[in-house]
């Protein structure tokens, strides 16, 4: 059994998909002091309730670093897909989460919504992404699938300007229920063996190991499957965890399909750490950059 690192809570598709990345950027810049902690916050969703307001999840405000440093929510260039704070379906808290609706023939690079950071991992190997989905269920023609709901985490620093490195990712395929993550090496959408139910809220989390190069998905507590990071060993930073729906293979029909999902409980965090303390902060010039590539999925 593949060690849980941050236990907070506790076949072959031939056909090639386009899973472009987003990257999400913007510059952080603190000076810290250091104290210590159980944990801290890097992206503190809050559950999606107040001060989050129903609509659209773009532009509404996030918390950083667990101490009310605030920072807002973006989309990738071209999104046509959506994402909105809503009421009618939530899990637990104050009775927000935000609906995901995956637009047919969505761009390459689009549908993804996210808080970028720099700066991390910060005196830990470990980088944790949680959240809580419930997924309706798409009817497509045979032979079709998707889409893809989930989180990805992505690297921009490493690869250089205007690149960048997908790190992980996992999720569910909206058309036939299967955990999916990227391969490493090829980013081949792979099935882990598990299917979740649809119309049920099931819990998510990626293990972000960052000494060993490799992640961990989890689900309802546990370990589903270990890979290298995605676009190789060399990554070695975090600066971003969206939100992201794309279409889960690349024949027209699964393009074309669209689906709904709802996200709640989001939360980036690094465990048993020292902590910075942020006396200064100031956000600096938000990037969004887009690209694409070609992703094949089997079973």
């Not at 099931?202 to 998905?217: A, K, R, W």
Request: net charge negative.
């Amino acid at each position: 059994m593949t060690k849980q690192l941050c236990p907070r809570n506790a076949g072959n598709f031939s056909r090639p998909t386009l899973v472009g990345a987003a990257v999400l950027a913007v510059g952080l810049l603190f000076v810290a002091s250091q104290a210590s902690a159980a944990r801290v916050d890097i992206i503190d969703g809050q559950g999606f309730e107040a001060p989050y307001t129903a609509g659209n999840l773009e532009g509404q405000l996030g918390s950083l670093l667990g101490d009310g440093v605030q920072a807002p929510w973006l989309a990738s260039s071209g999104t046509t897909s959506a994402a909105v704070v809503q009421s009618s379906v939530a899990h637990g808290g104050g009775g927000q989460a935000v609906q995901v609706d995956h637009a047919a023939n969505e761009a390459a690079g689009a549908g993804r919504f996210g808080i970028p950071v720099t700066g991390w991992p910060d005196n830990s190997r470990y980088v944790c992404i949680e959240w809580d989905m419930y997924v309706n269920q798409t009817v497509g023609a045979p032979d079709t699938f998707g889409p893809f709901f989930g989180v990805e985490a992505y690297d921009d620093i490493t690869v250089g300007p205007g690149d960048l490195g997908l790190l992980g990712s996992m999720g569910v395929d909206a058309t036939t229920g299967d955990v999916l993550y990227q391969a490493a090496g090829t980013g081949v959408l792979t099935e882990t063996g598990s299917v979740v139910d649809f119309d049920a809220w099931n819990h998510f989390h990626i293990d972000l190991d960052f000494e060993l190069s490799q992640y961990t998905v989890i689900l309802n507590g546990a370990a589903l499957a270990t890979a290298t990071f995605v676009d190789g060993a060399s990554l070695q930073d975090f600066t971003d965890a969206p939100i992201a729906s794309f279409a889960a293979a690349g024949d027209p029909a699964s393009q074309a399909l669209v689906g709904t999902a709802y996200i709640d409980n989001y939360e980036v965090y690094q465990p048993n750490i020292k902590i910075p303390e942020p006396t200064t902060m100031v956000l600096g010039l938000v990037a969004l950059v887009s690209v694409s590539g070609a992703r094949s999925r089997r079973r």
